[in-house]
């Protein structure tokens, strides 16, 4: 799992961001993966049997946030050409874990909890 650092929350999190209008989740996960770490071409794996999921969608997660409503947050899984990964500046240090002893402090729990998730998905 790719996590950054991000600069504003302080916090170590996957790559995301927000949807753009008519955009589809899977479609603002690529998106968000080339504007935030310059990866481009990631292979979303299909790993649920549900009809209809869309390719790579690991876990879904809702809360409210306040003036903006309801915040919905989609992880996918992705494979990657390479682990080469360049900030877009809202982004400080970048680190692959592989492991849940390897997360680093500053991980928040819902990240701590959909690690064994990412790790048992079948994807390297």
Request: charge should be negative; glycine fraction near 10%; avoid cysteine.
């Amino acid at each position: 799992m790719l996590l950054v650092q991000h600069k504003r929350l302080k916090l170590w999190v996957p790559v995301g961001g927000e949807m753009q209008p008519g955009e589809t989740p899977l479609e603002a996960a690529e998106r968000e993966l080339w504007e935030g770490i310059g990866v481009d071409h990631p292979i979303f794996p299909h790993i649920h049997s549900v009809l209809g999921a869309p390719p790579g969608l690991l876990l879904y997660e809702e809360h409210e946030a306040g003036r903006k409503g309801t915040h919905m947050n989609f992880a996918f899984i992705a494979e990657v050409p390479h682990k080469n990964v360049r900030s877009n500046g809202a982004y400080g240090a970048s680190l692959w874990v592989n492991a849940l002893a390897e997360l680093p402090e500053g991980t928040p729990p819902s990240v701590q909890d959909a690690m064994p998730y990412a790790l048992t998905a079948g994807v390297t």
